[in-house]
């Protein structure tokens, strides 16, 4: 590993696992093209499975229902997972901070079945005693998200917000600035990138949880994943494969956007700092 | 530098200051009291109870007849859990599991983390944007990828016939095998992240000194690079290691009738045979189970969170 230009154990090794991740999913693309049902057979190149996926009313609906919950939840677990980060760096004394962090660092590693059983307890219990939620739906899986959703968001732009020059804030106060407006004016321009990450991170999270949204959505609210699931578990589809394809293919394409921006800023700041 | 000529508008100022900072903590913290641990005593309230035939499926705790208060307690559905050997193999099918996983994603993640904290500046974005990609996109289809892989018809069947390694199609699709592969699978990025942000920020004079010294270089790894990020590997195997025993997904399609892992049983507990006071149970002895690597995670996260702040 002393050869930082030569092949190494570990530069083997990343090739290899980067093949490992994405072998499968490339596989995946190819077979969405092929004509015939087996994955052992090649019947020639086709689109036809992209028709049939873009025909079926089911999954249609299903991945409309998926975006809405995904948007609302990513949205509200922003605001939340931010005022959490914020929060547990600033305010270091204040009580309850030990209890705060925990019960948002806690869903990172819980596993999904005891969150969605603890969440579905809560809120059949709730309807007992309130009668709120009267069914379970778009409402409950909305709450789900959001909640297990703001601990990633709290995560990445905690690590933002260590990184905010304190000495700024402090300057805007000293010049009269409320701490509303400083956050507004000075701290948030500085932490935006990890919102917007945090957005996104969240966004894919809530659109590919099948678990939770098993445990706490009711009759009528079937997510994407849903679909996915009992589809799979009769084995291989190929219109799931046109629907991987696509979901790879978006995923990739805001993946590499990303990348670019993040460059493009590199560059500037650099250049900017040159001259 | 601050000029107050009035005293006592500053202490108002600084009361409504702390109660703002009141109300901002209290926000996140009612809404993770009420969603997160709040719940977590309804599940060992409701594992304390017996199913009936009712909406909800199971009795209540406390009653309340004739102006007495009176709590039933039920310690059957852990005694059930214990008795029958089902659930012990479960349990321990799912730590076994979940520790092969654990091991296979750290010896394949571990040296591809190094590649990447050695590799150039500008490459070391790009290629964190390849090992996360995956995990951005479905956790669902990934596995499922799997299933066109392994199966008696896959493509690896298929291809070892057509070398001629094999006569007949190896079982590889619902086997422990597959499961094991699946969950290395899908958690791998979880294992390289924290690794590689913990290996970028080693210092490299450490290293440099230590090659001065006469250090050769596979002792230094040894003696320095490995002991330094030891806090990366623990939250690797905590990411990987946590969720991998609850799994229900990669149980569910890659494995077969003699995978037991405890998310599928809960699962089926809870949807099959509607007995949500076992399901409660099972979650309880779970995160039993799970406390001491949640607290190890949880302490590591709470110091990366509130590092030089």
């Known amino acids: 590993m002393v050869n930082a230009r030569g092949i190494s154990f570990s530069k083997v090794m990343l090739v290899l696992g980067l093949l490992f991740l994405y072998l499968p999913m490339f596989v995946l693309i190819v077979y969405s093209f092929n004509a015939s049902r087996l ?35 990513a949205s509200m677990a922003m605001c939340l997972g931010t005022l959490c980060a914020f929060v547990i760096t600033r305010f270091k004394r204040m009580r309850g901070r030990t209890l705060l962090s925990g019960m948002i660092t806690a869903p990172l590693v819980m596993p999904e079945v005891i969150t969605g059983l603890s969440l ?74 990890a919102l917007v990450s945090g957005w996104l991170l969240a966004f894919t999270l809530s659109l590919d949880d099948l678990v939770i949204a098993s445990f706490v959505s009711g009759p009528g609210s079937t997510t994407l994943p849903m679909v996915v699931f009992s589809s799979v578990r009769m084995g291989v589809s190929p219109k799931i494969n046109a629907l991987a394809t696509l979901i790879i293919l978006t995923v990739s394409l805001v993946a590499f956007i990303a990348w670019y921006v993040m460059r493009r800023n590199e560059k500037r700041r650099r250049s900017g700092r040159l001259s | 530098m601050n000029e ?41 309230k409701i594992s304390l109870t017996s199913a009936v035939m009712a909406i909800p499926p199971y009795e ?40 092969i996983s654990t091991i296979a994603c750290l010896l394949i993640g571990y ?26 996109t479905s956790f669902l289809i990934r596995v499922y990828a799997w299933m066109g892989i392994l199966g008696n018809q896959g493509l690896l069947n298929s291809f070892l016939l057509w070398l001629g390694l094999i006569d007949e199609p190896l079982k590889m699709l619902n086997t422990n095998f597959a499961v094991i592969l699946g969950i290395t699978y899908a958690y791998l990025p979880f294992m390289v992240l924290p690794i590689f942000t913990n290996l970028v920020k080693l210092d490299l004079r450490l290293l440099e000194a230590a090659s001065d010294l ?17 806090a990366g590997i623990l939250a690797g195997c905590m990411l990987v290691f946590i969720p991998a025993v609850g799994e229900f997904v990669i149980p569910e399609l890659l494995g077969g009738p003699d995978t037991l892992m405890i998310g599928k049983v809960l699962w089926e507990e809870f949807f099959n045979n509607r007995d949500w006071p076992v399901a409660s149970a099972l979650a309880i002895v779970m995160l039993a189970l799970l406390l001491v690597p949640i607290v190890l995670f949880h302490r590591f996260q709470s110091r990366e969170m509130s590092k030089n702040g």
């Open chain 2, 214 to 230: 006469g250090c050769r270089s596979i002792t230094t790894f040894w003696a320095i690079t490995l002991p330094l990020s030891k």
């Open chain 1, 39 to 73: 994955v052992s057979v090649w019947a020639g190149f086709s689109t036809h499975w992209y028709s049939a996926l873009f025909q079926d009313q089911q999954i249609l609906s299903a991945v409309w229902m998926s975006l809405k919950i995904a948007f609302y939840s």
């Open chain 2, 111 to 136: 040296p591809m983390a190094y590649a990447m904290a050695r590799a150039p500046k500008h490459w070391q974005l790009v290629l964190l944007l390849l090992v996360m990609l995956p995990s951005w």
């Open chain 2, 60 to 99: 209540p705790v406390f009653r309340l007849a004739e102006n007495t208060l009176s709590v039933v307690v039920n310690f059957g559905n852990y005694l059930f859990l214990l008795s029958d050997s089902l659930y012990v193999a479960a349990y321990w099918g799912s730590v076994k599991t979940a520790l």
């Open chain 1, 120 to 193: 579905l307890l809560l809120f059949v219990q709730l309807a007992e005693l309130t009668g709120w939620p009267a069914d379970r739906g778009m409402v409950t899986i909305w709450i789900a998200h959001t909640t297990f959703c703001s601990a990633y968001v709290a995560v990445v732009v905690s690590a933002r917000l260590q990184e905010v020059d304190r000495s700024i804030e402090e300057a805007a106060m000293d010049l009269g600035c409320t701490p509303l407006k400083t956050f507004f004016v000075v701290t948030l321009p500085v932490i935006a990138p």
């Open chain 2, 4 to 44: 107050n000529p009035t005293p006592a508008p500053l202490t108002a100022r600084v009361r409504t200051l702390l109660f703002h900072r009141r109300v901002l903590f209290g926000i996140p913290f009612a809404w993770l009291l009420l969603f997160f641990l709040l719940p977590f005593a309804l599940i060992l």
